[in-house]
């Protein structure tokens, strides 16, 4: 069955400290997805990133970097230099290959940056 | 504006009444999905198309709960007797059928049952 924690619920940090939002996964599938999506105050869920399993590179766009590490079974998200304006919550979701339909989403990260 | 919209944005309803909601879908996209979240949660998948066709519905909470997407474009779902623990937001995504589940999200219908 598969399976997203995102053990940290809310995390509060001062605008430009770094900061990464933890997510765990569990799968019996070798091809899967894993997404992030950030749902900022306004509502609407917003695709950030897709990573399939076969695929271990990190990848930095902007300020965001992903760590993706199959051994552990992580998918990690980091913002650089934090602005105010990356306050919202951010879901991470797998996807398993044989069941694509059905995405599974943590439970999401709130994240606060202040000024 | 080109994204999926949902209507309506708010819904108040008494317990027992019936309420249907609305998504219009990217115009491209083969696939729609519904979703239910609740505060604090992350989305959780109820049931999706790929076209008309409804491919999977196992996952709706309950028969009170039905979707359809008649001509392949956009899509209602209904709660009939709608219950106090119905009160979430109901959001709608859609895909290409080829990418992968890369999925748009709209705003969502926020229910309320009083």
């Known amino acids: 069955a598969q399976k997203v924690t995102q053990a940290q619920t809310e995390i509060s940090v001062v605008e430009k400290e770094d900061v990464t939002l933890d997510c765990v996964y569990e799968?019996?599938?070798?091809?899967?997805?894993l997404f992030w999506y950030k749902q900022p105050p306004s509502g609407e869920l917003v695709f950030l990133i897709r990573?399939?399993?076969?695929?271990?590179q990190n990848e930095i766009s902007g300020r965001y970097s992903w760590n993706f590490q199959k051994s552990t079974s992580s998918f990690n998200f980091t913002i650089t230099a934090s602005q105010v304006v990356d306050s919202a919550v951010y879901f991470c979701?797998?996807?398993?290959?044989?069941?694509?339909?059905?995405?599974?989403f943590g439970a999401g990260t709130r994240l606060t940056v202040k000024p | 504006d080109t994204g999926v919209s949902q209507d309506p944005r708010h819904k108040i309803t008494k317990r027992g009444q019936n309420v249907t909601f609305r998504c219009d879908p990217i115009s491209e996209h083969n696939r729609l999905y519904w979703y239910r979240q609740t505060l604090g949660q992350g989305p959780e998948f109820l049931t999706y198309f790929q076209n008309e066709a409804q491919l999977e519905k196992s996952r709706l909470l309950s028969d009170r709960f039905s979707a359809e997407r008649p001509k392949g474009s956009f899509s209602t779902l209904e709660i009939q007797r709608t219950e106090q623990g119905d009160s979430a937001m109901y959001l709608c995504a859609s895909s290409l059928l080829d990418s992968y589940n890369e999925q748009f999200f709209g705003p969502g219908t926020r229910l309320t049952v009083l």
């Open positions: 979701a797998l996807s398993e290959r044989g069941n694509n339909n059905d995405m599974r």
């Open positions: 990573r399939n399993s076969f695929d271990e």
């Open positions: 799968t019996r599938d070798t091809t899967y997805y």
